[in-house]
Nanobody, 129 residues
Framework: QVQVVESGGGLVQAGGSLRLSCAAS????????MGWFRQAPGKEREFVAA????????YYVDSVKGRGTISRDNAKNTAYLQMNSLKPEDTAVYFC??????????????????????WGQGTQVTVSS
């Protein structure tokens, strides 16, 4: 069992930045790839970014490429999502998830929710125009 807790959300103006954190506890953090997903009001949850256990490989949704950076600090059992140049359409609840330990990432293994076993409760990000 892995518990994940997100933090770092908040209200930010368009063009601003936020760094979301995902603290994990329980089973060995390096046993898991980590992913970030988000759910906007009235929409289905969507994939944002993923990172392998080693941090060597990452994968992003096209809408975030160039603006978002996923990283992890295995010594701190924490994953991060740095979001820059935020847009109102980035407004959503952001979820962190721990998933299967793949050595690399494909579109399927990175973006599919069933590849992730443990989910946090989410942190709200609101971007004002």
């Amino acid at each position: 069992q892995v518990q994940v807790v997100e933090s770092g959300g908040g209200l930010v103006q368009a063009g601003g930045s936020l760094r979301l954190s995902c603290a994990a506890s329980g089973r060995t953090f390096t046993n898991h790839n980590m992913g970030w997903f988000r759910q906007a009001p009235g929409k289905e949850r969507e994939f944002v970014a993923a990172i392998t256990w080693s941090g060597e490989h990452t994968y992003y949704v096209d809408s975030v490429k160039g603006r978002g950076t996923i990283s992890r600090d295995n010594a701190k059992n924490t994953a991060y999502l740095q979001m820059n140049s935020l847009k109102p359409e980035d407004t959503a609840v952001y979820f962190c998830a721990a998933g299967k330990n793949y050595g690399s990432l494909t579109r399927a293994t990175a973006t599919t929710e069933r590849e992730y076993y443990y989910w946090g409760q989410g942190t709200q990000v609101t971007v004002s125009s």
